[in-house]
């Protein structure tokens, strides 16, 4: 076995890596003048972090019971100044004839982020009854990002500035006018270029390859990128990170400010070169399946029996994957 996987494990270095393969846009070939330095500078914007979470309680054919967490932090001069943390519990409910889930939205710290309840079309939910925790964290996230943003010079997002799902845009339109400037960054990126290698693996190599230095972003990507709000850029935050990131900028003319100021908070080594604050907002937003077993356990005497046969037309591989 260890023979079989070491052989398929070992690729062959590409000496073309093709073109970024996006959607609907014209790719800008991989070139190392698309290489830019990220100047250093002192710091001193306010930076506003924002993630969330969010995990099942209990799970129907038909409806859920979740809890969706966010989180914010604000920080300046590498300090932590400001943070707020944010729990919903969410009862869902499908209603066949109008094909809508009904959502109950219990605001646990009464904060006021969001509306008590919620219909959410089927058709905007690519996973059913599964997505709906998800979409509203999603919902969240930017109405979090609307409230807070003028609280600070910039506002960094976990995850990209995807371009808005059904039912999502009005949201995040009025989230990207509520900040002065705003990055997504992802942690993970599929994207890949037109001979099937990973872009950011591509363009990160080219970058060792022809000895680029220290800290720097890649752009262009591509021309026309409609999937997404501002522009593309890789980002490398520290000269001896082995990681590099998709990020989008809006708007993009930001790019020269926004990133010197990720710098200081880049230097951590639980996770080099990737910014502190982001790693914060995670480790806060996170509900864990731990976490989620306490709650379950709670409830579990107060179900009434239809409610636990419904959890159990759903919950059985939860049950196989538990066994030792």
Same mark, same amino acid.
Request: net charge negative.
């Given at each position: 076995?260890?023979?079989?996987?070491?052989?398929?494990?070992?690729?062959?270095?590409? $000496?073309?890596?093709?073109?970024?393969?996006?959607?609907?846009?014209?790719?800008v070939?991989?070139?190392?003048?698309?290489?830019?330095r990220?100047?250093?500078?002192?710091?001193?914007?306010?930076?506003?972090?924002?993630?969330?979470?969010n995990?099942?309680?209990?799970?129907?054919? =038909? =409806?859920?019971?979740?809890?969706?967490?966010?989180?914010? *932090?604000?920080?300046?001069?590498?300090?932590?100044?400001?943070?707020?943390?944010? $729990?919903?519990?969410?009862?869902?409910?499908?209603d066949?004839?109008?094909?809508?889930?009904?959502?109950?939205?219990? $605001?646990?710290k009464s904060?006021?982020l969001?509306?008590?309840?919620?219909?959410i079309e089927?058709?905007?939910?690519?996973e =059913?009854?599964?997505?709906?925790?998800?979409?509203?964290?999603?919902?969240?996230?930017?109405?979090l990002?609307?409230?807070?943003?003028k609280?600070? $010079?910039?506002?960094?997002? #976990?995850?990209?500035?995807?371009?808005?799902?059904?039912?999502?845009?009005?949201y995040?339109e009025?989230?990207?006018? *509520?900040?002065?400037?705003?990055?997504?960054?992802?942690?993970?990126? *599929?994207?890949?270029t037109?001979?099937?290698?990973?872009?950011?693996?591509?363009?990160?190599?080219?970058?060792?390859?022809? =000895?680029?230095?220290?800290?720097?972003?890649?752009?262009?990507?591509?021309?026309?990128?409609?999937?997404?709000?501002? #522009?593309?850029?890789?980002?490398?935050?520290?000269?001896?990170?082995q990681?590099?990131?998709?990020?989008?900028?809006?708007?993009d003319?930001?790019?020269? #400010?926004?990133?010197?100021?990720?710098?200081p908070l880049?230097?951590?080594?639980?996770?080099?070169?990737?910014?502190?604050?982001?790693i914060?907002?995670?480790i806060?937003?996170?509900v864990?399946?731990?976490?989620?077993?306490?709650?379950?356990?709670?409830?579990?005497?107060?179900?009434?029996?239809?409610?636990?046969?419904?959890?159990?037309?759903?919950?059985?591989? #939860?049950?196989?994957?538990?066994?030792?």
């Amino acid at each position: 076995m260890f023979e079989l996987l070491s052989k398929i494990a070992k690729r062959k270095i590409p $000496d073309d890596y093709g073109l970024p393969s996006i959607s609907d846009a014209k790719p800008v070939p991989l070139s190392v003048n698309n290489f830019h330095r990220i100047e250093e500078n002192d710091g001193n914007a306010r930076l506003c972090f924002v993630d969330g979470g969010n995990n099942h309680i209990v799970l129907y054919p =038909g =409806g859920s019971i979740d809890l969706v967490r966010l989180y914010y *932090s604000i920080f300046l001069k590498g300090e932590k100044i400001e943070f707020g943390r944010y $729990d919903f519990v969410l009862e869902s409910r499908y209603d066949v004839d109008k094909k809508i889930y009904n959502v109950g939205i219990h $605001d646990l710290k009464s904060s006021g982020l969001m509306n008590e309840t919620m219909e959410i079309e089927e058709r905007n939910l690519k996973e =059913g009854v599964r997505e709906i925790a998800g979409f509203v964290r999603r919902i969240g996230e930017w109405l979090l990002i609307e409230k807070i943003g003028k609280k600070c $010079d910039y506002v960094v997002r #976990d995850g990209s500035l995807q371009t808005a799902e059904r039912g999502e845009w009005e949201y995040q339109e009025r989230a990207l006018k *509520s900040a002065r400037g705003i990055i997504g960054i992802s942690k993970t990126c *599929s994207l890949l270029t037109t001979r099937g290698y990973s872009l950011i693996a591509a363009i990160h190599h080219l970058s060792l390859k022809n =000895g680029v230095k220290g800290t720097w972003y890649y752009n262009p990507v591509a021309r026309n990128i409609t999937t997404i709000r501002g #522009d593309m850029f890789i980002i490398k935050l520290h000269p001896y990170s082995q990681y590099v990131f998709r990020s989008e900028i809006y708007p993009d003319s930001l790019v020269g #400010d926004i990133l010197p100021q990720l710098l200081p908070l880049s230097s951590d080594p639980t996770f080099l070169g990737y910014p502190y604050g982001l790693i914060d907002a995670d480790i806060n937003a996170r509900v864990s399946d731990e976490e989620i077993k306490t709650y379950r356990t709670m409830i579990s005497d107060y179900l009434d029996e239809f409610s636990r046969l419904e959890m159990n037309a759903m919950n059985a591989h #939860d049950i196989i994957s538990e066994v030792k």
